[in-house]
């Protein structure tokens, strides 16, 4: 089984604070995708990012690709109560076809 | 309206009965795939397809099994449904898996 770590599992933080969640394997991936969940319904993605050293901006959420595409951030600045939810890494592997996800970082913003 | 649809929703059933969970998209993608979400172990693929006829095993494929017949449909059977089958599971489709995973609303089991 190839793993994607996470990093952290819960984040509790203020209105107006930053952060940054970390997606590690140890494996290169052929394309990594960032998902956000809402409890009981299915992840949605928000970026995908495909080139090693890839920068991607989505509002106020800042996503990166490491050079060697071994693993994966994203930053949000400025963080919102709207942006509570299970942020998933996941992607494909090089090897093959098999999706994987990582264990996922629950955030909840205080308002 | 491009969807993915599963059902039943929610199921409440007990050992050894044979179940099926329906899923269907009517987006014309290649690629589907299972996955099951329990808590501290987030989501982990179970079956998935490339296409029709295709089927592969994820990280968890035992005690399911899947069919792929037609492109639209992936039913997911559980021959002798046990208590740690119990999960949230959801059902995806995409063009392919390098691509965004578009996920059905879930089906929530319970085997008692």
């Known amino acids: 089984t190839q793993l994607l770590e996470q990093s952290p599992q819960f984040l509790s933080i203020q209105e107006g604070e930053n952060l940054t969640v970390y997606c590690n394997s140890s494996?290169?991936?052929?394309?990594l995708q960032w998902y956000r969940q809402e409890p009981g319904e299915g992840p949605v993605l928000l970026v995908t990012?495909?080139?090693?050293?890839e920068v991607k901006k989505l509002k106020r959420l800042t996503f990166q690709f490491g050079d060697a595409r071994k693993d994966s951030s994203l930053h949000i600045t400025a963080a919102q109560p709207g942006d509570t939810g299970l942020y998933l890494c996941?992607?494909?592997?090089?090897?093959?076809?098999?999706?994987?996800f990582g264990t996922g970082t629950s955030l909840t913003v205080i308002p | 309206e491009a969807q993915v649809t599963q059902n039943p929703r929610y199921l409440i059933t007990v050992t050894g009965k044979k179940l099926t969970v329906t899923c269907s998209q009517n987006?014309?993608?290649?690629?589907m795939s299972w996955y099951r979400q329990d808590p501290g172990l987030g989501l982990r693929q179970i079956y998935y397809?490339?296409?029709?006829?295709?089927?592969d095993k994820g990280d968890v494929p035992e005690g399911y099994k899947v069919s792929r017949k037609e492109k639209r449909n992936f039913p997911l059977i559980l021959e002798s449904p046990s208590p740690n089958q119990t999960s949230l599971y959801f059902c995806?489709?995409?063009?392919?898996?390098?691509?965004?995973?578009?996920f059905g609303p879930g089906t929530r089991l319970t085997v008692l």
């Open positions: 995806a489709s995409s063009p392919n898996p390098l691509h965004e995973q578009f």
């Open positions: 987006m014309n993608h290649e690629y």
């Open positions: 990012v495909v080139t090693g050293g």
């Open positions: 996941a992607g494909v592997f090089r090897t093959g076809n098999q999706f994987y």
């Open positions: 397809s490339m296409n029709v006829e295709v089927t």
């Open positions: 494996s290169v991936f052929s394309s």
